[in-house]
């Protein structure tokens, strides 16, 4: 069974520290990794997508990176802001599959 | 004005109760899904419809139905809601094909609460 777990579930960071969110998945055959951004009482928004022979991709703060040899990826944010508290979601796709494994989500919290 | 709207955004209603819910989208996408969010748990797929022809379950149909009226509207129906079906429900398009473009765009939601 495809599956996508998250790390950590949440976090606490001051503003302007850097965090790093983890996924890990078992979708097989894999072809893409997305990183979604939810905001309260909002819809997930992409971030980024890196398919098998990307290892990086930024998109402003965030930085993503995909390992698929050990089918781990994490988010990177920098220098964090008050907008960035938000839940950040791992979504993979299958190759052979339009359906998509999502992860449970990572709620971040920026403090002043 | 958004590409993908969800009508309401909150409900509150009885067990019961028949329920609808709307989601219209100006993407000129053929694949339209409805998803629910709980707590601690990934987006998980009610139901799928690749055009106004093609409707298909997902992982988790039972006690719902939808209904495609047109390539831009998807409604989801709770035929006699219970209290689990308390969530956030979320409609979704794309365009077709698998891999690396298919990116699934996302309404705002509904928040449903049943008592």
């Known amino acids: 069974k495809n599956q996508v777990e998250q790390s950590p579930q949440s976090l606490i960071i001051l503003e302007g520290k850097n965090c790093t969110l983890q996924?890990?998945?078992?979708?097989?055959?894999?072809?893409?990794l997305r990183w979604y951004k939810q905001d309260t009482g909002r819809g997930p928004v992409s971030l980024t997508i890196?398919?098998?022979?990307?290892n990086t991709k930024s998109n402003g703060r965030y930085t993503a990176t995909l390992d698929a040899d050990t089918k781990q990826s994490s988010l990177h944010i920098t220098a964090s802001q008050l907008s960035d508290s938000a839940s950040y979601i791992c979504?993979?796709?299958?190759?052979?599959?339009?359906?998509?494994?999502f992860g449970a989500g990572t709620t971040v919290t920026v403090r002043a | 004005d958004a590409d993908v709207t969800q009508t309401p955004r909150n409900r509150i209603t009885k067990t019961g109760k028949r329920i609808m819910l709307e989601c219209s989208q100006t993407k000129g996408h053929d694949r339209m899904y409805w998803y629910r969010q709980d707590p601690g748990l990934g987006l998980r797929l009610i139901y799928y419809?690749?055009?106004?022809?093609?409707?298909n379950k997902g992982e988790i149909s039972d006690g719902y139905s939808v209904s495609r009226q047109a390539q831009a509207k998807f409604s989801l129906s709770l035929e006699s809601a219970i209290p689990n079906q308390t969530a956030l429900y979320f409609c979704?398009?794309?365009?077709?094909?698998?891999?690396?473009?298919?990116?699934?765009?996302f309404g705002p939601g509904t928040r449903l609460t049943v008592l």
């Open positions: 890196m398919t098998f022979s990307e």
């Open positions: 996924c890990n998945y078992t979708v097989s055959p894999f072809s893409n």
């Open positions: 979504v993979v796709s299958a190759s052979n599959d339009y359906k998509l494994s």
């Open positions: 419809s690749f055009d106004v022809k093609d409707i």
């Open positions: 979704a398009t794309s365009s077709p094909g698998t891999g690396a473009y298919n990116e699934q765009f």
